[in-house]
Structures are given as C-alpha cells and as structure tokens.
C-alpha cells in the first residue's frame, strides 16, 4: 500500500501535458442521419462503419454525425477550435465510376439528399474514379479549390488516414498517411460543427467494392491538462479522497468530465447533479484522474481524484 501512494505522489508531481483525445467509435448509431438511393450503411465488426452503393438508379450513400464531448450522439455538442484535430481513416479500392469522400460541415441545414452532403462544407476530400480515369485523392476547399494528391486509390483494399488540423478560424492543414502529403488550405465556412461521409457507385472497375471506415477515428482538443488552474478547496472538493467506488462534491454540477493522466476522457456525467450526489467510478480502473465540472454558475472547475 505504500508504494501504491508513493507512485501516486510521483504521478501528481508531474505535470499533465498530454491533449485531450475523444475516440469516436464508427457505429451507425452514432450517426443521426442517412441518405441512400440505392446504396446503404452498416456496422461491420468492432467500431467499422461500412458503406456500399450498387443497383440501378444513382447508387449514392450519405451518413452525417456531429462532433460531441464524448464522441456518441447522446454527448455534448461541440464546434471545432483553433488547435483541435480529427483523425479518420477509411479502408477503400478506388473509386473508377464513382467517389469516396468526406467532408466537413457547418451546421448543414439540411440532411435529407446527395446534394446535401456538402451543405455547408468547410473542407472536402475525395476520390473520383471520373468515369474510370480514377483520379487521386483530392482536397476541395475555399470557393471549390482542388488541391490534388498524388495518393490514388488502390486496385486492392487500401487504408487512406486523413487528420484535419484547425490552425486559425479560416484556415487548415489537411494531413494525408501519416504526412505522406499535406495540404495547407482556407476553409469554405467557418465555425465546424462535424462531418459527413459519402459514397457514390461502388464498381471499382472490376466489382462492387464496399468502403470501411476504420475504428482509428478520433478528436483530440487543443487545451492541454497541464493549463489547468485547480482551484481551492472550498469552490471544488471531491469526497472521500481517494475512493474506491463513488465519489460526491461540495458543489452542484450541470456537467461533469473525468480524464485520465493521458488526457483522455474515460466517463462524463451530464444533467442536474444537486451538492453530495454520489458519482458512481466502480468500473475505472486504480489510479490518477481529473474531475473537471460546470457548476450552476456556470463556472468551470476541476479537481484531482484518486481511486484505489
């Protein structure tokens, strides 16, 4: 027990740098609107989103979520900020008479069509197969600008990492494998509110070819743990300290956040908690975490947690 409170010492002596990370789980529950024509979604093992379209007609397929806290649809809304980044990756052949792409968006209006898809893009990326000439991946941004690649699609599967990087309100740097090429554009519209994926006739100039969206997606924020101000004890106290179980506050809460000392967000809580409301933490797992509320006053506070 003693080196357990001595490694806790240790863990609280150093500062906690690490950015936040929200994964996003690629579910079709967690996106709130679909189109198709021809085409369709669906989950494809742990956490891949998967996509098809084929038939007669148009063969189109849109699916569109929201960037949340917690990366579900149930979460906290949230617009993307100077410094923030998404990350996604898609398993994909190319695209000989149709496209792939995502895009991402400033509260779309609308969500009900093909056209929709880029209802107030800021930023798009695609993969035209343009009738079978297969072009490579493209970055669309102010104004319709293409910036093109010299990454193309692939006779086989082939995963295609994008990270989006917000650098100023109206501009982005978009990354594409891991800095193979990267792109430095003005965006289409500001104030990011999420994003939506698309896919037009699968024929990949042999056979119909499903895409997958892979479970690496994820959101990291910008503000950094170590530029927390923990304040006194009499406007934040977490109770009883270390726990095993639960924990209560001396404040009430309109929203609450744990991290872990990696920056990463393992449980929220919220809705109305009066003071002394019991905050059930029996599934984490032994050691370091931050607590950082809202409280009635709209105030943001945080607090360091053990648990044993």
Not at 16 to 27: E, S
Request: charged fraction near 15%; proline fraction near 3%; glycine fraction near 8%.
């Amino acid at each position: 027990m003693k080196k357990f409170y001595l490694l806790l010492f240790l863990i609280m002596a150093f500062s906690l740098n690490a950015q936040t990370t929200i994964t996003y789980p690629q579910r079709a529950a967690n996106y709130y609107a679909f189109f198709s024509d021809n085409g369709g979604s669906f989950d494809d093992g742990a956490d891949q989103f998967g996509m098809w379209a084929n038939g007669g007609g148009a063969k189109q397929s849109v699916a569109w979520r929201d960037f949340t806290e917690d990366g579900t649809t149930s979460g906290p809304t949230s617009i993307m900020a100077v410094g923030d980044s998404f990350t996604i990756t898609v398993s994909a052949t190319q695209a000989s008479y149709g496209v792939i792409g995502l895009a991402l968006l400033s509260s779309p209006t609308s969500t009900i069509s093909w056209a929709d898809r880029i209802n107030n893009y800021a930023i798009q990326v695609n993969l035209n197969g343009n009738s079978g000439a297969n072009d490579p991946w493209e970055v669309v941004s102010n104004g319709g600008t293409i910036n093109p690649s010299s990454i193309g699609g692939s006779t086989t599967y082939a995963d295609f990492k994008f990270k989006f990087t917000l650098n100023t309100a109206t501009t982005m740097t978009v990354d594409i494998n891991d800095g193979a090429e990267s792109f430095n554009v003005t965006l289409n519209n500001q104030n990011i509110t999420g994003y939506c994926l698309y896919f037009a006739d699968d024929w990949n100039g042999a056979a119909n070819a499903n895409i997958y969206w892979k479970p690496t997606s994820e959101y990291t924020y910008a503000i950094t743990l170590d530029n927390i101000e923990f304040l006194p004890k009499e406007m934040i106290s977490t109770y009883p300290n270390p726990t095993s179980s639960s924990f209560k506050l001396n404040n009430a809460v309109n929203d609450l956040k744990i991290y872990d000392i990696t920056g990463k967000m393992v449980k929220s809580f919220h809705g109305n908690y009066s003071r002394g409301f019991a905050f059930d933490i029996s599934n984490l797992n032994q050691g370091l975490y931050l607590v950082k509320i809202k409280n009635d006053l709209g105030q943001f506070l945080t607090s360091k947690l053990v648990k044993l």
